[in-house]
């Protein structure tokens, strides 16, 4: 399977970043699903598989540490990329450390997205539901 297709989780409290990345996304051809905050997307993920969950950094009640930390407990193998317009090292090198693929900073440049994606995905499966 080509990029079209797979799916892909967008998790972000600001809704013109949430849907304006989603909307890049579809054009690119993923199948595009997207959520206010960390609780919403593990609601989802109990109903859905993805292929990558990105993840805005700051989000209120559950930041994407702490989510990423959930994502990994639940629903291991899944492929996450964080961005965020506020981060600096140590949020970077505790993401990395908790297995995201990449660390993006806000504003995002397309190309660099679609580079990573486009190398992440590559021969990359739906990972096995735990539940």
């Given at each position: 399977?080509?990029?079209?297709?797979?799916?892909?989780?967008?998790?972000?409290?600001?809704?013109?970043?949430?849907?304006?990345?989603?909307?890049?996304?579809?054009?690119?051809?993923?199948?595009?699903?997207?959520?206010?905050?960390?609780?919403?997307?593990?609601?989802?993920?109990?109903?859905?598989?993805?292929?990558?969950?990105?993840?805005?950094?700051?989000?209120?009640?559950?930041?994407?540490?702490?989510?990423?930390?959930?994502?990994?407990?639940?629903?291991?193998?899944?492929?996450?990329?964080?961005?965020?317009?506020?981060?600096?090292?140590?949020?970077?090198?505790?993401?990395?450390?908790?297995?995201?693929?990449?660390?993006?900073?806000?504003?995002?440049k397309l190309e660099e997205l679609r580079l990573?994606?486009?190398?992440?995905?590559?021969g990359h499966k739906l990972p096995k539901t735990?539940?």
């Amino acid at each position: 399977m080509g990029q079209r297709g797979r799916r892909v989780l967008v998790v972000d409290d600001e809704e013109n970043a949430r849907l304006g990345l989603s909307k890049i996304l579809e054009m690119d051809g993923y199948r595009v699903h997207s959520v206010a905050n960390g609780q919403e997307a593990l609601d989802y993920l109990q109903q859905q598989r993805v292929h990558v969950v990105i993840s805005d950094l700051q989000m209120p009640e559950m930041n994407g540490i702490s989510f990423l930390r959930e994502l990994n407990r639940n629903h291991p193998g899944t492929r996450f990329i964080m961005v965020t317009a506020h981060g600096g090292v140590e949020s970077y090198l505790e993401a990395i450390e908790l297995g995201a693929y990449e660390y993006i900073n806000k504003p995002i440049k397309l190309e660099e997205l679609r580079l990573v994606m486009k190398k992440m995905l590559k021969g990359h499966k739906l990972p096995k539901t735990t539940h």
